[in-house]
């Protein structure tokens, strides 16, 4: 007579109990023995609705959970930057040194300014 196995389902008539399948096994068990598995979703932790067993039963990974940034700090007030682009102006030249230069005769650069100084314009 064939007979269903009944895992780690511990079969009391005196007492019984509901029984519970793992959604990660398979293996039937005590459905008070199974737990919710749990993961991070933002902030906090998100039940993604499995009943798993101790076995089965994984830890909520903290990679998943967000970093919380601290706020910007406060800008300070009449800063005055310096003006880096002319000083960081790259022109473009040949292996023996001399600046590329246009049929107009200005200079060729890399990142272009905004501000043109008028000695180069």
């Known amino acids: 007579m064939p007979w269903r196995p009944h895992g780690h389902y511990k079969v009391n008539a005196a007492a019984p109990t509901a029984r519970g399948i793992c959604d990660r096994c398979g293996f039937a068990y005590q459905l008070s023995e199974l737990t919710w598995q749990v993961q991070w979703a933002g902030p906090k932790l998100q039940n993604i609705r499995l009943l798993v067993c101790f076995k089965c039963y994984d830890i909520p990974n903290p990679q998943l959970k967000p970093r919380i940034l601290p706020p ?26 001399d600046e590329i230069v246009t049929q107009d005769g200005l200079n060729v650069i890399t990142q272009p300014t905004l501000d043109i100084p008028d000695d180069i314009a």
């Open 72 to 97: 910007d700090p406060m800008p300070r007030m009449n800063a005055r930057p310096e003006n880096l682009t002319y000083e960081s102006t790259s022109y473009l030249a040949t292996q023996d040194g």
